[in-house]
């Protein structure tokens, strides 16, 4: 039965369509909203997560080939970051304190949220479900065991949850315009970085938006040509290093290897487009729904959403960011190569997703300068960061794969390293601490407020 009910917790929780449509229809309840509003409130926006997974796979299906193209173009073997790959190896032996830190972790969030100014619902299920997984991974190799474990592991993952959307809001509301939605994608730190580039190299810089082409090559202002058009060039030159053998036998099933290699990259630009439109559907609805959770249970909150929703406010950076990516990506293999150190390879599903991201928070400061050297700083990030994460991860350490992102490897690196000088006892207390310095920094800024007001109306 607690097998059944922790499959359920996590089932539910690490779908960002379910949770999300879950967090819809509880704020359109309590805005006691027509029955008819609620439902098409939900409806529409589970639909438009569906939509987003449905891009996000199709995207993925027609990478996945083009990293094992890349791997036997160039004969490189090494560590391939991956989040899912390395989820699913932890799951097997860390599956049940993965599932607890998940749910109260999450409860964590609501009550950091609620009484800190830390102001964000960190919403991306599959990424929460990743984050406990990584902690409950550090957390049992310092030696915490038990209820001790799941506490400290809670709420480490809420603060976690509050913090690096925090850290990115800044850049989110030069982005969108506004203040209404946060960002909840564990790599903040690499956008962060890429924003801040973008702020010192892209002075004059105009947006990638504004790419004039000559009149002959108008087509090219529709980003879903654009980027088809890019990635059938790319692909066709990694499928002719490759060479016919090694895709036809190996990857297309008999089918000629140019062949192959246009479909797939046609493929991408179809799943980029199906991303876009889910993500319009999806603010539509969740922006209203979630007043009122933010009206009534935790004030002046923000949803804090999937990288994806930032994707429409600048597709041309969406292409350029992941091109720049994987270029840091590829120069930091070879800096790793010639200096003995392990080899990381490029994941074209992270660079794609974190690089598509870091360019547009690098345009949003810099244009197109910023979301060029910003998103190859992102690239040269989670490239080198998993190096330092390795050693910390135990038993999976030794793995032929590892987390990807920025905010798993940077947390992983604190939390392992104060392990391994403090044991479980300094672990325990630099979680506690930090959630409590925030919360008594959340009062103490609170009654400041209050008796500002005070002396306003005396």
């Given amino acids: 039965m607690e097998a059944r009910f922790l499959k359920l917790i996590m089932d ?51 990478l996945d080939p083009f990293g094992k193209m890349f791997q036997e173009a160039f004969h490189v073997s090494g560590v391939v970051p991956n989040n899912e790959a390395i989820v699913a190896m932890a799951l ?32 991306t299920g599959h990424h929460t479900l990743y984050m406990a997984c990584m902690l409950a991974v550090i957390l049992v190799v310092s030696g915490l065991k038990g209820v001790p474990l799941v506490i400290v592991g809670s709420l480490a993952l809420g603060l976690i949850m509050a913090v690096f959307p925090a850290l990115s809001q800044p850049f989110m ?23 801040l580039v973008g702020k010192v190299v892209g002075k004059g810089s105009r947006s990638t938006e504004e790419i004039k082409f000559p009149k002959g090559l108008g087509f090219l202002r529709d ?39 246009l479909i797939q990259s046609v493929t991408f630009a179809a799943g980029v487009f199906i991303i876009l439109s889910g993500v319009r559907l999806v603010l539509a609805e969740i922006v209203p729904a979630f007043k009122g959770i933010s009206n009534k249970l935790v004030p002046n909150s923000k949803p804090a959403l999937d990288c994806p929703i930032v994707f429409p406010y600048a597709p041309n950076a969406v292409l350029i960011g992941f091109f720049c990516s994987f270029l840091g990506g590829i120069v930091g293999m070879v800096f ?21 991201t870091a360019g547009v928070f690098g345009n949003s400061t810099g244009g197109i300068r910023g979301a060029t050297i910003g998103s190859f700083a992102n690239g040269l990030l989670i490239t080198f960061l998993p190096v330092f994460l390795l050693p910390v991860l135990g038993d999976l350490g030794f793995a032929s794969t590892t987390f990807s992102d920025a905010d798993f490897a940077t947390s992983g690196i604190i939390l392992g390293h104060i392990a391994k000088s403090f044991g479980a006892t300094g672990v ?31």
Avoid: W
């Fill in 92 to 123: 097997s032996k860390y599956g049940s304190f993965t599932a607890y830190i998940m749910f109260f972790g999450m409860v964590a969030n609501i009550i950091i949220a609620r009484f800190t100014r830390l102001k964000y619902i960190f919403l």
């Fill in 173 to 195: 509301r030069k982005i969108t315009g506004n203040d209404n939605v946060g960002f909840g994608h564990f790599s903040s730190l690499g956008y962060v970085l890429s924003g």
């Fill in 223 to 261: 980003s879903s040509v654009t980027i088809a058009l890019t990635m059938t060039i790319i692909y066709l030159v990694i499928a002719l290093f490759a060479g016919p053998t090694y895709i036809e036998k190996e990857l297309s099933g008999g089918t000629h290897y140019l062949v192959y290699s």
């Fill in 428 to 458: 325990t207390v630099t979680v506690v601490g930090l959630v409590a310095i925030a919360v008594l920094f959340g009062f103490f800024k609170k009654d400041r407020n209050n008796s500002k007001s005070a002396n306003i109306e005396a």
């Fill in 336 to 356: 790793l190569g010639l200096t003995g150190s392990i080899i990381i390879l490029p994941g074209v599903v992270p660079h794609f997703f974190t690089g598509a």
């Fill in 12 to 62: 539910v929780l690490s779908q960002p369509a379910v949770l999300v449509a879950l967090i819809s229809l509880v704020g359109l309840i309590i805005q006691k909203k027509p029955t008819s509003e609620i439902i098409k409130g939900t409806t529409k926006t589970f639909l438009g997560f569906i939509v987003i997974s449905a891009g996000a796979g199709i995207v993925v299906s027609s």
